[in-house]
Nanobody
């Protein structure tokens, strides 16, 4: 199973970006999908989380500006980021709880994507 994140880049303050993260492999089902971020010298923090039952929670710092969504058929999670601020600058990582199979056996593991850089600067 792999998670492939994309969509990062350089944007001016007040601008928008949409991140995508697609899961691939021998996937049976996906539970919660999340986005985290890590700025230089800081810990990796939860930005947004979306459960398989469509419950969401957001970090206080992004609530009202960011929206997490998913396309179940495509095993993809999105993060729409609006009204971006310089303090949103970080590497963004996707994360997912994935049930996958190998032969006749099924496993559940937590997977991370490779990270995508978001830089908010004028």
């Amino acid at each position: 199973v792999q998670l492939q994140a994309s969509g990062g880049g350089l944007v001016q303050p007040g601008g928008s970006l949409r991140l995508s993260c697609a899961a691939s492999g021998r996937i049976f089902s996906i539970g919660a999908m999340s986005w985290y971020r890590q700025a230089p010298g800081k810990r990796r923090d939860l930005v947004a989380r979306l459960t398989s039952g469509s419950s969401t929670n957001y970090a206080d710092s992004v609530s009202g500006r960011f929206t997490i969504s998913r396309d179940t058929a495509k095993n993809t999670v999105y993060l729409q980021m609006n009204s971006l601020k310089p303090e949103d600058t970080a590497v963004y990582y996707c994360n997912a709880d994935v049930e996958y199979y190998k032969g006749t056996n099924y496993y559940v593991e937590n997977f991370w994507g490779q990270g995508t850089q978001v830089t908010v600067s004028s």
